[in-house]
């Protein structure tokens, strides 16, 4: 199973940028998937998670400008960012929680991340 990231990029504040995440390989399904964002010298978080049945959740940091969706017939998920600020700076991660069969356990996969920068 792969997880390859795109997107990302340079842009200033107030502007708008989109990301975009495929899982590919040997996929039964997608339990949920999400982003994660890694600033400088901080902790990896959680920015946004999307599961199957379509329900999402945000870090309040980002809640009303970031909007998650998701493909689930290609096994990918978007991530558009609005109203960026300089703190958004971040490597930003894909997440995927993935059955290889119907009745396996879910397993996680990674992306290698792409860099997002927001100059003020």
């Known amino acids: 199973v792969r997880v390859q990231e795109s997107g990302g990029g340079l842009v200033q504040a107030g502007g708008s940028l989109g990301l975009s995440c495929e899982a590919s390989?040997?996929?039964?399904?997608?339990?949920?998937m999400a982003w994660y964002r890694q600033g400088p010298g901080m902790e990896r978080e959680l920015v946004a998670r999307?599961?199957?049945?379509?329900?999402?959740n945000y870090a309040n940091s980002v809640k009303d400008r970031f909007i998650i969706s998701s493909d689930n017939s290609k096994s990918t998920v978007y991530l558009q960012m609005n109203s960026l600020k300089p703190e958004d700076t971040a490597v930003y991660l894909c997440?995927?929680?993935?059955?290889?069969?119907?009745?396996?356990?879910?397993?996680?996969?990674w992306g290698q991340g792409t860099q997002v920068t927001v100059s003020s």
């Open positions: 999307i599961f199957n049945d379509g329900h999402t």
């Open positions: 997440y995927a929680s993935i059955r290889m069969t119907q009745l396996s356990t879910p397993r996680d996969y």
């Open positions: 390989g040997l996929i039964s399904s997608v339990d949920f």
